[in-house]
């Protein structure tokens, strides 16, 4: 069987679909070249609702959480750039918003996305959190706005 964009693939021990396992390969590429001795660890993918407090955003594809423990404040502001370059609507998470540290990123495009990540990429189009309180996120955002294409490897505008 040929590998498509939704292929569940298991990347770096997690489960995610091919179209997003090659977005975070390019955005890792990338957020490498600034920081080369660096690469994305996930600790969690897609297609799961082991985590309680993820509540359903992971329970689709598209949607990862990426370890930040040793990445320096310079580095995960890189990497979320990064992410957001290759079509990601991305956010470090804080112990001061309820979570462990991480990076939560949604493929924006993602088909089998649940309704909750769809709803966080809105959100993240409408300059906010993507979290309950909905509040403002004044962070990066590419320009334009992009969407990463299976088919060329690369994000485009949309």
Avoid at 78 to 101: C, I, M, N
Avoid at 109 to 137: F, P, W
Wanted: aromatic letters at 8%; glycine letters at 8%; hydrophobic letters at 30%.
């Amino acid at each position: 069987m040929t590998e498509g964009p939704y292929t569940r693939v298991t990347w770096r021990g997690k489960k995610v679909n091919a179209r997003t396992r090659d977005a975070l390969l390019w955005a890792e590429k990338k957020w490498r070249k600034k920081y080369p001795s660096k690469r994305i660890e996930l600790s969690q993918g897609s297609y799961t609702t082991a985590v309680p407090a993820s509540g359903t955003s992971h329970k689709g594809g598209g949607v990862v959480d990426i370890r930040t423990r040793n990445l320096t404040k310079a580095q995960r502001v890189a990497l979320v750039h990064a992410l957001k370059d290759a079509g990601f609507a991305a956010w470090y998470r804080t112990e001061k918003q309820g979570f462990s540290p991480h990076i939560h990123a949604c493929l924006i495009g993602d088909r089998e996305m649940s309704a909750s990540a769809k709803g966080q990429c809105v959100a993240y189009d409408n300059g906010r959190d993507g979290l309950t309180g909905n509040r403002a996120d004044c962070t990066y955002r590419a320009k334009p706005k992009v969407r990463f294409t299976y088919k060329r490897q690369k994000p485009v505008p949309r």
